[in-house]
Nanobody, 122 residues
């Protein structure tokens, strides 16, 4: 599985962005998908996960502001980010694994895409 993230950019605080992650392969629907982020000087952290059955999980820091969704017909997972804050500034990465648990608990994730940079100005 190859993953290509896009949609990052510069936005003012309170604004919105939608990230997309396009996946290769014909078995996209069987994978759990996740978004992670890494800010400068910090460790990579989980943002949101969506299972193959559309179960979702959000980190508390983004709950109520971010929405993860998937379109299996387009082999794409999305991260809608609203009410952005300067502390959301980071490189955002998408990831895929057949195990929802591996994404949820960061347990040896199989596939990673390159990051897309989100910068939120105050």
């Amino acid at each position: 599985v190859q993953l290509q993230a896009s949609g990052g950019g510069l936005v003012q605080a309170g604004g919105s962005l939608r990230l997309s992650c396009a996946a290769s392969g014909r078995t996209f629907s069987t994978y759990a998908m996740g978004w992670f982020r890494q800010a400068i000087g910090k460790e990579r952290e989980l943002v949101a996960v969506i299972s193959s059955g559309d179960t979702t999980y959000y980190d508390d820091s983004v709950k109520g502001r971010f929405t993860i969704s998937r379109d299996n017909a387009k082999n794409t997972v999305y991260l809608q980010m609203n009410s952005l804050k300067p502390e959301d500034t980071a490189d955002y990465y998408c990831a895929a694994d057949r195990s929802y648990g591996n994404l949820r608990y960061n347990g040896g994730i199989n596939y990673w895409g390159k990051g897309t940079l989100v910068t939120v100005s105050s």
